[in-house]
């Protein structure tokens, strides 16, 4: 950060990012549900980026027509669902907006002693881009909203022993179909997700081909996905839907299948190889493909001819 620059502001508390936001202090301090469906609110714009120490789910009715997803378009016009996990950078608002939808906020401590606490970090849309929503259909949308309104209850009814217990509940139950609707997501974007599969493809076969791995090493999931602008966690959810395999089991194929053009059709070094595809230790690379193929290269070489 150059100097006389400002940071990303943290709220740490529920109760300083309702006041940074415009908003009544929240009825329970770890937790809070923003319903402005039924009650008018309007959030005051946020000039800096920001981030809480809080997991977000929102849910926009402002979602309409054809939106911008990933790489390309998505016709569900039924709202949609976006999500941010803790410390998590959400970028400034130059003007207040009315909010139409819900917006939970949970932090962390409110799951403790509860399995959630755990399985909650698993969830792969907490770590999507903000480009990267969860557009949801009309029936979709009821499910959703359901939770919503039992939680808002909830929150609003007398505190008891089960409070918190029924609210976890209906968290996971949130969770759940949110998941349901993202595998349902990869499914009916197959056609768009295939198009994004062939540019990975190129992608990477451009890496090799232009010897990058010799200036910049070993390709990485990482630079696959900021060069296609998506998060690596979607990038592995994709490719999970598409071929079975996560990001990085895919780049591992393709490195092996390299490798093998190489060990059948070069007379170079197993040293030779392993440095053109960016490793800069030839026994990792043999490690790697023993591991793969249960041969060594020298072996595989030998079985080949």
Same mark, same amino acid.
């Given at each position: 950060?150059?100097?006389?620059?400002?940071?990303?502001?943290?709220?740490?508390?529920?109760?300083?990012?309702?006041?940074?936001?415009?908003?009544?202090?929240?009825?329970?301090?770890?937790?809070?549900?923003?319903?402005?469906?039924?009650?008018?609110?309007?959030?005051?714009?946020?000039?800096?980026?920001?981030?809480?120490?809080?997991?977000?789910?929102?849910?926009?009715?402002?979602?309409?027509?054809?939106?911008?997803?990933?790489?390309?378009?998505?016709? *569900?016009?039924?709202?949609?669902?976006? #999500?941010?996990?803790?410390?998590?950078?959400?970028?400034?608002?130059?003007?207040?907006?009315?909010?139409?939808?819900?917006?939970?906020?949970?932090?962390?401590?409110?799951?403790?002693?509860?399995?959630? $606490?755990?399985?909650?970090?698993?969830?792969?849309?907490?770590?999507?881009?903000?480009?990267? $929503?969860?557009?949801?259909?009309? $029936?979709?949308?009821?499910?959703?909203?359901?939770?919503?309104?039992?939680?808002?209850?909830?929150?609003?009814?007398?505190?008891?022993?089960?409070?918190?217990?029924?609210?976890?509940?209906?968290?996971?139950?949130?969770? $759940?179909?949110?998941?349901? *609707?993202?595998?349902?997501? *990869?499914?009916?974007?197959?056609? =768009?997700?295939?198009?994004?599969?062939?540019?990975?493809?190129?992608?990477?076969?451009?890496? #090799?081909?232009?010897?990058?791995?010799?200036?910049?090493?070993?390709?990485?999931?990482?630079?696959?996905?900021?060069?296609?602008?998506?998060?690596?966690?979607?990038?592995?959810?994709?490719?999970?839907?598409? =071929?079975?395999?996560?990001?990085?089991?895919?780049?591992?194929?393709?490195?092996?299948?390299?490798?093998?053009?190489?060990?059948?059709?070069?007379?170079?070094?197993?040293?030779?190889?392993?440095?053109?595809?960016?490793?800069?230790?030839?026994?990792?690379?043999?490690?790697?493909?023993?591991?793969?193929?249960?041969?060594?290269?020298?072996? *595989?070489?030998?079985?080949?001819?």
């Amino acid at each position: 950060m150059k100097k006389g620059e400002e940071g990303p502001h943290k709220y740490n508390s529920l109760s300083e990012l309702h006041q940074a936001l415009g908003l009544p202090k929240p009825v329970h301090p770890l937790i809070s549900l923003i319903d402005g469906i039924n009650n008018k609110i309007i959030m005051k714009a946020s000039p800096r980026t920001h981030l809480t120490t809080s997991y977000k789910i929102s849910y926009t009715t402002k979602i309409s027509g054809k939106m911008k997803y990933g790489q390309g378009y998505y016709d *569900f016009y039924e709202g949609g669902l976006l #999500f941010a996990a803790p410390n998590q950078i959400i970028g400034p608002r130059d003007h207040d907006e009315p909010h139409s939808g819900y917006t939970l906020f949970i932090h962390p401590d409110f799951l403790l002693n509860y399995p959630l $606490t755990k399985k909650i970090r698993q969830y792969g849309f907490f770590s999507y881009a903000a480009n990267e $929503t969860l557009h949801l259909s009309e $029936t979709e949308k009821e499910i959703i909203v359901s939770i919503f309104k039992n939680i808002d209850l909830e929150l609003k009814s007398r505190i008891d022993d089960f409070s918190q217990d029924v609210i976890i509940s209906q968290i996971e139950l949130l969770l $759940t179909y949110s998941n349901r *609707f993202y595998k349902r997501q *990869f499914i009916t974007r197959k056609a =768009v997700n295939s198009e994004l599969l062939d540019k990975l493809e190129d992608l990477i076969e451009r890496y #090799f081909n232009e010897e990058l791995p010799l200036q910049k090493g070993l390709p990485t999931v990482a630079y696959l996905a900021q060069s296609l602008n998506l998060s690596p966690s979607y990038l592995s959810d994709m490719l999970r839907a598409l =071929v079975g395999q996560n990001a990085t089991q895919y780049l591992h194929t393709k490195l092996i299948e390299k490798a093998k053009e190489q060990l059948s059709a070069t007379d170079l070094s197993v040293g030779e190889i392993a440095y053109a595809l960016g490793f800069e230790h030839a026994q990792s690379f043999s490690k790697l493909f023993k591991t793969k193929t249960k041969l060594t290269p020298l072996a *595989f070489r030998r079985s080949f001819n």
